[in-house]
T-cell receptor
Framework: AQSVSQHNHHVILSEAASLELGCNYS??????LFWYVQYPGQHLQLLLK??????LVKGIKGFEAEFIKSKFSFNLRKPSVQWSDTAEYFC???????????FGQGTRLTINP | DGGITQSPKYLFRKEGQNVTLSCEQN?????MYWYRQDPGQGLRLIYY???????QKGDIAEGYSVSREKKESFPLTVTSAQKNPTAFYLC???????????FGDGTRLSIL
């Protein structure tokens, strides 16, 4: 079955620490990949997306993600986090041009000042 | 500003009652989606629609129904057959399937 796994359920970091959130998907064909963020009390918004081309994708607010096809992974990174990055982060995959996205379970990120 | 409007923000349901959640978009998107968000389970797809008068079941459609009579509207009915309806419901839209989705602010449904 097509699935998306986010292994980190809750990550707690201090400000200025580096961040990497894992995302793995289950399918070996063509995929489009997304990271969404949900800040407390706000709607989900798109952080970044990968459709093709350079596997290192840069998004908003200093986030980036790297698509590693051989590992079926699309990990989210940020070199130095801020308190305002406290939020829930969701990885999503579009498998083979299907009409829908499959979401991971989400990772709750808490940044301590 | 273009966006997605979900109403109400909070909704309470009595046992055996059907309730309808509203979702309206003015983004001129063809595709619309309903998700259910539970803690630790991410977003699970209930129903989606690629075009007016057509919709498909998602992964957890049992106990829910939808309609798509207008491009901008995609209401979700939570029926009495849904045994565990307490959750946060999110509506989304996109230009077409597989493209980035835009989300509403959600409706939180609780059982009285």
């Amino acid at each position: 079955a097509q699935s998306v796994s986010q292994h980190n359920h809750h990550v707690i970091l201090s400000e200025a620490a580096s961040l990497e959130l894992g995302c793995n998907y289950s399918y070996g064909g063509t995929v489009n990949l997304f990271w969404y963020v949900q800040y407390p009390g706000q709607h989900l918004q798109l952080l970044l997306k990968y459709f093709s081309g350079d596997p290192l994708v840069k998004g908003i607010k200093g986030f980036e993600a790297e698509f590693i096809k051989s590992k079926f992974s699309f990990n989210l990174r940020k070199p130095s986090v801020q308190w305002s990055d406290t939020a829930e982060y969701f990885c999503a995959v579009n498998y083979g041009g299907a009409q829908k996205l499959v979401f991971g379970q989400g990772t709750r990120l808490t940044i301590n000042p | 500003d273009g966006g997605i409007t979900q109403s109400p923000k909070y909704l309470f349901r009595k046992e055996g009652q059907n309730v309808t959640l509203s979702c309206e978009q003015n983004l001129n998107h063809d595709a619309m989606y309903w998700y259910r968000q539970d803690p630790g389970q991410g977003l699970r797809l209930i129903y989606y629609s690629q075009i007016v008068n057509d919709f498909q079941k998602g992964d957890i459609a049992e106990g829910y129904s939808v309609s798509r009579e207008k491009k901008e509207s995609f209401p979700l009915t939570v029926t009495s057959a849904q045994k565990n309806p307490t959750a946060f419901y999110l509506c989304a839209s996109s230009t077409q399937g597989g493209q980035p989705q835009h989300f509403g602010d959600g409706t939180r449904l609780s059982i009285l």
